[in-house]
């Protein structure tokens, strides 16, 4: 078993949708959490993070977190084309230098 | 500002042949990382340097070898390629060892035929 397991869509939405991203893990012991954007033929970019349980939110983008259900999502508000991407979640042991990735899920909004 | 840069962007090797790939940041970064990128398989860390003159095994380093050359450069080789290490690889630098926000180069496509 995965120690992250992500959905593995593809996810395809009309613009303007709100689009649900999550992942689930298995080790309690995690406390960092993040998400990353990854574009075609790009490498990934640090989206948005989150430490322990909570929601954080930037803009149009929202990280939720729920340490209780070892859960994680990320929401997108009035998706845009351009968020048109492969979303990959992301978690740490506080302190531990090595992330652990889940597998990507790709989305396409269609204009 | 460049980032993290990753050569060549794209290699084509035969079965048994070497290579090293070749990454170098400019953000005086002290943990660089080497990840491959398989589809439907996400992210796996090959090698991390915590920090100059230090390397560590990640999750799947068999079939590579690493050099810290300096604070800026980290190298990967690959010995003797075979077809099950085609692949995206990814160089990836952070501030330091606990840092969660990684940069990444743009990534080299590599085909073992």
């Known amino acids: 078993q995965k120690e992250v397991e992500q959905d593995p869509g593809p996810l395809s939405v009309p613009e303007g949708a709100i689009v649900s991203l999550n992942c689930t893990y298995s080790?309690?012991?995690?406390?960092?959490f993040m998400w990353y954007r990854q574009y075609s033929r790009k490498g990934p970019e640090l989206l948005m993070y989150?430490?322990?349980?909570g929601n954080k939110e930037d803009g149009r983008f929202t990280a939720q977190v729920d340490k209780s259900s070892k859960y994680i999502s990320l929401f997108i508000r009035d998706s845009q084309p351009s968020d048109s991407a492969t979303y990959l979640c992301a978690m740490r042991f506080t302190n531990a230098g090595k992330s652990t990735f889940g597998d990507g899920t790709t989305l396409t909004v269609k204009p | 500002n460049a980032g993290v840069t990753q050569t060549p962007k794209f290699q084509v090797l035969k079965t048994g042949q070497s290579m090293t790939l070749q990454c170098a940041q400019d953000m005086n970064h002290n943990s660089m990382y080497w990840y491959r990128q398989d589809p439907g398989m996400g992210l796996r860390l090959i090698y991390y340097?915590?920090?100059?003159?230090?390397?560590d095994k990640g999750e799947v380093p068999n079939g590579y070898n690493v050099s810290r050359l300096n604070k800026r450069e980290f190298s990967l080789r690959l010995e003797s390629a075979a077809p099950s290490q085609t692949s995206v690889y990814f160089c990836?630098?952070?501030?330091?060892?606990?840092?969660?926000?990684?940069?990444f180069g743009s990534g080299t496509q590599l085909s073992v035929l």
């Open positions: 989150t430490y322990s349980s």
């Open positions: 990836a630098s952070t501030e330091a060892q606990g840092n969660e926000k990684l940069f």
């Open positions: 080790n309690s012991a995690f406390q960092y």
């Open positions: 340097s915590a920090s100059e003159g230090t390397t």
